[in-house]
């Protein structure tokens, strides 16, 4: 048969090794910030009086500019009965300053300058954002500062903005992922704040005898929004000594009013022993079968270099040959596999794998967690191994050296974020590479994942409930696992069709960037003979050691039937 090849290949050739680069800041209240040889942007990290801390980002080629303020405070800090005052309060820090009254200033002159603005709430932690043409950024910057000097919360807009926080409540009470985490929650220790409701809606946040909800807001304000809890990231095309003298004139009248972000004490976490294990099991709105495996651990913030969860995960999470993924998926029971966590805060966290079952895999919820208990014995007798976290190391140093630029407002919020978190030195590169071999950290992390510290969601339609969450309405039903459904998982016994990966041999050593032989601005036909032709293009912009590879099959008569088609 007559058939036609044609290959596009647009590549770099390589030959080298990776290495990073060390931003040389000036002396005083910066520190040295480590980043990327390939990242030709500059960096100075500062501490203003006030103590906020800000990374200024100098970007001669960004075709915007950016700035993002996190604030170390977020739901969990709602005080009891005011749910929802977090999400309020981001809401009305939009409604007008004593610098700009008008309701609509900073918004509008966002827009007017072709950028755009927004915030979230999140558990610990409220982020607010914007981008704008390169020029217009220091009046932004000026209008984004007023924020946190002085709002007016002005007492016209608390009911059109406590509406908008009902509107928003309202449109996701159809979303399952929200009808989930709600069910969940019901699950959590009463004494948790997390175990509260989040959004917000008018019954949360309505004026009360004794509390009019202004009055909560400007507290929660005052007590919460502190120039030593916030980070601040500017990205712009000026050069550094210009972000400097703009940033500090304008937060440095931030107050620092000594904030302390939320720390949990024993008797707040989020499950206490005596809670677990336990099964909840959540009836969807959509056709949807769902299965969590899930494991309060102890925060893993502070082992950042090691990375413990991302360690585990990844070998969890794996889909090759002999995996947990690769098992169940043969055996018809399961459509997808993931794993990971989160820390929740500096004290816990949570690590979880989740699945997408099949109708059948929903009738072997028990074999499959015993899968997974058999799979994690599997790693903690063979799988800390120090060649199995250098590879990881490799291809994460590789994957930070050559990281591709993002949007300059993902770029400002991401990082904002991580000031709130991690040292000077470490902001860019902290969740991207692993730097420290550090076994017992991986040990420790792995003897909570056991079946008497399980969580286990199903998720199904046809799941028996006996409870309704009160604010969306969801059947749920909560059950103790019981002791011979314990003993029968701790009961682990090898597998032989459960097998750790094997070495990478895909993993480049050598990644420098060949010279440019010839600049074309087509792709050049190396071969055109029998059928087959093949077009290449050295790359002469990107210099990242990528290629793009991109076949197209030709076979005549492949449609000429339905059964060939």
Known sequence: MEKTIAVLALALFLGGCAHYGVENNPPGNSAKVIKSENDKRQYEYLILPNNMRVLLVSDPEADKAAAAMSVRVGSVSNPPGRDGLAHFLEH??????EKYPDVDEYSSFIKRNGGSDNAFTADNQTTYFFDIKAEALEPALDRFAQFFIAP???????????NAVHSEYQLKLKEDSRRIDAAEKQSYNPASPYARFFVGNLDTLADRQD???????IAFYKKHYSANIMGLTVVGKEPLPVLKTWVEDKFSAVPDRKAKPYRPVQEEFIYLPSQLPVEVDVRPLKEMHKLTLAFPIPSQRANYKTRPIDYVSNFIGDEGQGSLYDLLKKKGWITSLSAGGQNLDDVQGVFNVSMNLTETGVQHVSEITQHLFTYIDLLK????????????????TLDFRFEEKMPASNYAMILSEKLLHYPAEDVLRAG??????EPALLEALLAHLRPEKLVMTLVDPDVKTDKVEAFYKVPYRISRIDDSQLAQWKGVQADGALALPRPNPFIPEHVEIKPLVQATQAPLALEKEQGNMLWYQQDNQFAVPRAVFMLTLELPGVRNTAKKA
Do not use: C, P
């Open 92 to 97: 009305m820090l939009f409604m007008g300053t």
């Open 152 to 162: 007016l919360f002005d007492a016209k807009y608390v009911e059109r903005e406590a």
């Open 211 to 217: 509390s009019r909800l202004r009055d909560d807001v």
């Open 432 to 437: 991207k590479i692993y730097a420290e071999w």
């Open 381 to 396: 007798n063979q799988g800390i191994e120090q060649w199995r976290f250098d590879e990881l190391s490799r291809k994460s």
